[in-house]
């Protein structure tokens, strides 16, 4: 979720650089930054994640414009006149791995790295407006307060009981917005709590402040948005402290997924609101805050964009932000691959708007369409099918104690998943100690049931049973006899599950991931949208490929370290070695030497007899 320059990791951030709205900078599914350029529609930037798998990007925010040097310039003349623009330059990234990045657009590359404050995973990062701090909140339930000059924590916080879900920093700088299982307001100065606010029963993915007006009486209004929610809260600060309800709501058609906001200076002047929701709808609103409104508030103009084909589907939008004129907007809409961005003119009188774009950005792979037809068989009138029952068809016949175990297995009962899990012994594949031989071990069908359960229900107890088994044959049994619909699901857990996990458990994983690729790699390449579902995982296998070879060279130049320092340390047991081995060699070469010689005496006596004998 963004509200100017602020994003969750409930879905792929997407935000326009402050001001002048000249960069959009997203992160796609292949795990990487990319930052476009809105005024000629390029590629600006792009950053890989360069170190570990976990460091996927989860929030992003632009840092305050600031003036910035491109190079080394030559001096001005008195003549000629300077003009200093300031325009947008540093980037926040909060990772899952708990760390936070720096990256300069002007620089193309890292201008510092965050780490130490947080033992989870960021979920929300915050710009001070003025002084050089940045504020992050974290799976952890703490909030961090960064000295960028330093790079170093300054405070570190305990925010709530559960995770900081988003922050939002006073257009004053004093005041900080924290939203976990409650929203609250921080005063700066001390890291205390000023106010506490109630009503969202999901997590909070917006805050933003409405108002510019200092928290001096009444004035001060903020904005609060929440996943599965179709209602804006907009809050007043009052000095009476009777703020527990919202003022006003505004109603959307989904939840809300980008918010950009222009704040009222006075209160002759209405707040200006764009809405992206998460059915790629933007919802435009303008209204005065003076006191609470009883019913919520519908948009005062909803926008649509739909495709140029004879049947038009929907275009979904993915950010929005407001110019300084009321029916100036710049659009981002398509993919995060490959967006398009653009600068309308909306009439808003109009209360619904379908713009029509013929849009050819999506991502297409090319294949071999003829290989995957399939292609029916000619059957001739002479032909005999065989099926199970028919004469001439002969099943093979079960055993006896075949048949004795399926007679056990109707009367009993049919196991639960508990007991399923409890007959499982992952270390070994067979059943517990101590339980007697003739105990049913769990086959690998029903590992593959497991298997379907877990995903279904999303039950880590299940994953975590089935996913820790070593044998490879039961791996590859199961994942061949699991459903199409399954492959999808599984290689998107096995991915999350490969993200930041210890060497040991990625060794399990990856043969699960190597088996899937074994059987199903043909279902995966029919797949359409094959980029956007597989781009962590390939993103995840080529920072590994390319971290192996560094450590292949670390551990050759460390190698070949050790071994000159335990030479050095035995320098005179080595040389004692040396000589007892030189002096073995010499007797040795005394020995050859004698038994060459009487070698050739033998050869000359053989050759002398065979002459006599001429």
């Keep these: 979720m963004a509200s100017d320059g602020g994003s969750s990791s409930l879905q792929l951030p997407c935000v326009f650089s402050p001001k002048s709205r000249q960069y959009l900078a997203l992160c796609a599914q292949d795990g990487r930054l990319r930052i476009w350029n809105t005024d000629n529609k390029t590629l600006h930037k792009e950053y890989v994640p360069s170190a570990h798998l976990s460091a996927t990007c989860t929030c992003i925010s632009w840092g305050p414009c600031r003036t910035v040097k491109e190079g080394p310039q030559r ?12 325009r947008a330059d540093l980037l926040a990234m909060g990772t899952a791995a708990g760390t936070v990045l720096i990256y300069s657009t002007v620089k193309g590359a890292l201008h510092c790295t965050l780490d130490g404050g947080h033992s989870g995973g960021v979920n929300c990062v915050e710009w001070h407006p003025e002084d050089s701090l940045l504020y992050s909140g974290s799976d952890d339930t703490n909030i961090t307060e960064w000295d960028l000059q330093t790079g170093k924590t300054r405070s570190v916080w305990k925010g709530d009981r559960a995770a900081i879900t988003s922050l939002c920093v006073s257009p004053d700088g004093k005041l900080l917005l924290s939203a976990g299982y ?42 609060s948005g929440a996943a599965h929610d179709r209602l804006l809260s907009v809050w007043q600060v009052r000095d009476d402290g009777k703020d527990k309800n919202s003022v006003v709501s505004f109603t959307l058609t989904d939840e809300p997924q980008h918010v950009n ?54 275009i979904p939008l993915l950010a929005a932000a407001l110019g300084a004129d009321s029916g100036t907007v710049t659009l981002a809409y398509g993919n995060h691959l490959q967006p398009v961005m653009e600068r309308v003119e909306l009439n808003t009188s109009e209360r619904n708007i379908c713009l029509t774009r013929d849009v050819h950005t999506s991502l297409s792979l090319s294949m071999e369409t003829n290989v995957s037809k399939v292609k029916t068989p000619l059957v001739n009138a002479k032909s005999k099918v065989l099926v199970p029952g028919l004469p001439g068809h002969k099943a093979p016949k079960a055993s006896s104690q075949a048949s004795e175990k399926r007679k056990k297995d109707i009367d009993t009962k049919e196991m639960s998943i508990a007991e399923r899990l ?29 298997l379907m359960q877990g995903l279904e229900s999303h039950d880590a107890n299940i994953l975590n049973k089935v996913f820790q088994t070593r044998k490879e044959n039961i791996i590859k049994k199961t994942v061949a006899r699991i459903p199409l619909s399954a492959v999808l699901p599984l290689v998107q ?19 699960w991931l190597k088996a899937v690729l074994m059987h199903h790699t043909s279902y995966l390449a029919s797949l359409p949208d094959l980029v956007t579902q597989l781009g962590v995982l390939y993103h995840m296998i080529e920072n590994r490929v390319k ?68």
């Excluded at 001096?75 to 300031?86: A, C, T």
């Excluded at 106010?195 to 510019?212: D, E, I, P, Q, W």
């Design 182 to 223: 409650v929203i609250k307001m921080w005063d700066l100065d001390t890291k205390e709590i000023y106010r506490k606010f109630t009503g969202h029963s999901t997590a909070v993915t917006t805050l933003c402040f409405a108002t510019t007006r200092p928290p001096d009486g009444n004035g001060l209004y903020f904005l």
């Design 547 to 614: 971290l192996f070879h560094k450590l292949t060279k670390l551990h050759g130049k460390l190698y070949l370290l050790t071994t000159q320092m335990a030479t050095n340390s035995n320098s005179s047991s080595v040389t004692d070695v040396d000589h007892t081995a030189k002096l073995v060699y010499e007797e040795e070469s005394s020995e050859d030497e004698a038994s060459g010689d009487e070698a050739l005496q033998m050869k000359n006596q053989i050759t002398g007899r065979k002459r006599k004998m001429r």
């Design 261 to 314: 906001l222009v704040p009222s200076n006075n209160k002759e002047e209405a707040v200006r609101l764009a809405v992206v929701s998460k059915d790629g709808q933007l919802h435009l609103f303008e209204h005065f805050l003076n006191g609470p409104c009883k019913k919520p508030l519908s948009p005062t103009c909803t926008v649509q964009l739909s495709d140029t084909k004879d049947s038009p589907a929907p």
């Design 493 to 511: 857990e096995i991915t999350k599950r490969l993200q930041g996990h210890p060497s040991r458990k990625a060794r399990l994983m990856v043969q």
């Design 422 to 450: 409890g007959e499982i012994d992952l270390a070994t594949g067979s059943s517990e100690k101590g339980t007697p031989k003739t105990a049913a071990s769990l086959q690998t069908d029903n590992f593959a049931v497991l």
């Design 75 to 86: 001096k001005k003349r008195k003549s000629e006149v300077v003009q200093v623009e300031e």
